[in-house]
């Protein structure tokens, strides 16, 4: 089994840029295509960012643009940079494959306000 744990949320304001972190157990990165998700109040988990074992990254309209995935396979961390923050981006934030295949942690939250 693999372990993620997310870090780097917090409080920032609108216009805001934080980076998160997701760090893996082991070696996985090389091996799965691993994405961002996030779960706000009351709303379905949504799938915001991808980037595959080659490096291709895909986002959700509501973040491309703004949003950057990338990883550090030597460090076994996947990074979520995000800029220009928007209160409608305030979730708790998690990672996991694409599709998800292990088990949801405890994820990051995430809010943007003034």
């Known amino acids: 089994q693999v372990q993620l744990v997310e870090s780097g949320g917090g409080l920032v304001q609108p216009g805001g840029s934080l980076r998160l972190s997701c760090a893996a157990s082991?070696?996985?990165?090389?091996?799965?295509?691993m994405g961002w998700y996030r779960q706000a109040p009351g709303k379905q988990r949504e799938l915001v960012a991808t980037?595959?074992?080659?490096?291709?990254?895909n986002y959700a309209d509501s973040v491309k643009g703004r949003f950057t995935i990338s990883r550090d396979n030597a460090k076994n961390t996947v990074y979520l940079q995000m800029n220009s923050l928007k209160p409608e981006d305030t979730a708790v934030y998690y990672c996991?494959?694409?599709?998800?295949?292990?088990?949801w942690g405890q994820g990051t939250q995430v809010t943007v306000s003034a």
């Open positions: 996991n494959s694409a599709p998800a295949l292990g088990s």
């Open positions: 980037i595959t074992t080659g490096g291709s990254t």
């Open positions: 082991r070696r996985i990165f090389s091996f799965f295509t």
